[in-house]
């Protein structure tokens, strides 16, 4: 007989589950409540479920998250945990505390196949999707093990938003992330609200317009380059989705909810991106009178690894870049970087990945070509090898 984790279920599954042990759908929502708001993983412990049931479930299921290797805690209050994916992989779940909030940072595969120039997972190649509860399992582990450590009183929450803005492309592994979204938003699980609840995407357009009409949370979207000759480039998906279908899919997204905008993130490096004429570019992309989106800029210092061969801009050029977007009439606010002692802040998250993509020979591209002369000069894309131009992504 199998044993099921019941991480793997959303309520639905979950309801399914306990009629195939012969018991009432409504029991679900008992045992959902259990394991999602109380943190428990010993049924016998669940004390309003019949002891008959509390049996049946001792012999056929389990509550489990991935098993926790190492946490490592930054100065500035950042958590950073590494969990075993099996098979020699690991991946990585950041917490990040505010002051009036909890931000949890959740992985969604081990590795990614994207393939982003400026990103460690990037460069790591891919391994695997994760599942459902693999996904939902990290904020079970986070919210569970920081209450009890803060000894906080029952209900008191700690997460009280989620980004899936850890290793992986949320939306190249769709089926496996819809579930643990539902269970975000469950008011028998977490009971986040959908605004607090983000998704960020290099831009798997066809993933984008499923999600509005599947489950609308905010949208984060990465956009990193005004045009696509930069955008092939840094983002490699972007050959695939080129920047009017991505822009064409934010503004079918924010149809659906129009009070709504989206999160434009954008790493900046420094010559390569990040001029006075790319930012006017980037005015001239969003602001146009009939494809207008309503949006926000998150400019990200980039955080630097070694194989990246690329640098951060520096504070005064992000600031000037900033204030060329908010002059043209956008809200754009430059991220904090946090956990950055510890390897825990955007793009430095690595774990261990088994890749099976070939990344290493995949992301050995001709640099990207940085012009500085003083002024705003065009930066110059080197041409990419002939199979660097083939597309990698499922
Ligand atoms: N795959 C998704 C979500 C994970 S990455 C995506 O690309 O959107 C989360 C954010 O960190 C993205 O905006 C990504 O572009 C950014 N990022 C990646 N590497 C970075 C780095 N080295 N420095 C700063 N930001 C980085
Ligand atoms: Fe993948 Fe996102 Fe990193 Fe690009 S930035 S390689 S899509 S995780």
């Not at 020699?88 to 505010?98: D, H, L, Q, R, S």
């Not at 949320?170 to 609840?197: E, I, K, T």
């Not at 934010?250 to 010559?271: H, N, S, V």
């Not at 494809?291 to 990246?308: R, V």
Request: hydrophobic content about 40%; glycine content about 8%; proline content about 4%.
């Amino acid at each position: 007989m199998t044993v099921a984790n019941l991480l793997e279920f959303d309520r639905d599954a979950l309801a399914l589950f306990c009629e195939q042990l012969g018991e009432k759908r409504f029991r679900a929502t008992q045992l959902f409540r259990w394991i999602h708001q109380k943190g428990a993983s010993d049924f016998g412990k669940m004390s309003d479920l019949a002891k008959s049931l509390r049996d049946k479930l001792a012999g056929r299921a389990t509550i489990a998250s991935m098993p926790m290797l190492s946490e490592q805690a930054s100065t500035d209050g950042t958590i950073k945990w590494l969990f075993d994916a099996g098979a020699g992989n690991a991946i990585e779940t950041v917490f990040i505390p505010e002051d009036d909030r909890g931000t949890l940072c959740i992985s969604s595969q081990a590795g990614c196949a994207v393939g982003c120039r400026f990103c460690s997972t990037g460069h790591q190649g891919f391994s695997r999707n994760l599942t459902t509860g693999e996904i939902i399992g990290q904020l079970w582990f986070a919210e569970h093990h920081l209450r009890k450590r803060l000894n906080l009183p029952e209900g008191q929450r700690v997460i009280t938003n989620v980004v899936m803005m850890g290793m992986g492309e949320p939306l190249q592994n769709y089926s496996a992330l819809l579930p643990a979204l539902r269970m975000m938003l469950d008011d028998h699980g977490y009971g986040l609200s959908r605004r607090r609840v983000t998704v960020s995407t290099s831009g798997v357009v066809p993933m984008i317009e499923r999600l509005r009409d599947d489950c609308p949370v905010a949208l984060a979207v990465s956009l990193h380059a005004p045009n696509d000759a930069l955008r092939d480039d840094l983002v490699p998906l972007n050959r695939k989705y080129p920047l009017h279908e991505l822009l064409a899919a934010c503004r079918g997204y924010l149809a659906k909810a129009p009070r709504d905008f989206i999160t434009f993130e954008y790493c900046m490096l420094d010559g390569v991106n990040d001029t006075d004429a790319q930012a006017r570019e980037l005015l001239a992309l969003v602001n146009d009178k009939h494809a207008g989106i309503s949006c926000k800029f998150n400019l990200i210092p980039f955080n630097p690894f070694p194989e990246s061969g690329l640098t951060r801009s520096p504070n005064e050029r992000v600031t000037a870049f900033a204030r060329v977007l908010q002059e043209g009439g956008l809200i754009a606010t430059v991220r904090k970087t946090r956990g950055d002692d510890i390897d825990a802040a955007c793009g430095q998250l690595a774990g261990e990945v088994q890749d099976r993509t070939n990344a290493k020979v995949r992301m050995t591209r001709a640099p990207v070509k940085v012009h500085r002369s003083g002024s705003d000069v065009a930066v110059a894309i080197a041409a990419g090898r002939a199979e660097d131009r083939q597309e990698t992504n499922a």
